[in-house]
């Protein structure tokens, strides 16, 4: 099993920036596509960012391009994603995922990720 545990969550005002970690344990040798997923209050889970292995692939969905960054450093075991411009649009509670399978472009978005963290709460004020 893989335990994903995901920090940098809080309230930041809009325009600001925030950076949330996660850090994988257990079978991290299976956390090969990693990637972050989002709900917002009476939304469904949307999928936010993802990145291979070897970080020389990442996705995006549409709306977070070009203001959020996903990497990642596998020797550490851990994920991050990186997000500027912040917008009241982006407030939800960010989930970090990670599958055993690999993946590239298009790819990342459509794998059925097998772990999940708990979440962290990330709110911008307008």
């Known amino acids: 099993q893989v335990q994903l545990v995901e920090s940098g969550g809080g309230l930041v005002q809009a325009g600001g920036s925030l950076r949330l970690s996660c850090a994988a344990s257990?079978?991290?040798?299976?956390?090969?596509?990693m990637g972050w997923f989002r709900q917002a209050p009476g939304k469904e889970r949307e999928f936010v960012a993802a990145?291979?292995?070897?970080?020389?692939?990442?996705y995006y969905t549409d709306s977070v391009k070009g203001r959020f960054t996903i990497s990642r450093d596998n020797a550490k075991n851990t994920v991050a994603l990186q997000m500027n411009a912040l917008k009241p649009a982006d407030t939800a509670v960010y989930y970090c995922?990670?599958?055993?399978?690999?993946?590239?472009?298009?790819?990342?978005?459509?794998?059925?990720?097998?772990?999940w963290g708990q979440g962290t709460q990330v709110t911008v004020s307008s």
């Open positions: 990145i291979s292995w070897s970080g020389d692939s990442t």
């Open positions: 995922t990670a599958d055993e399978k690999d993946c590239s472009g298009v790819g990342c978005y459509v794998i059925d990720y097998k772990y």
């Open positions: 257990g079978r991290t040798r299976s956390t090969y596509a």
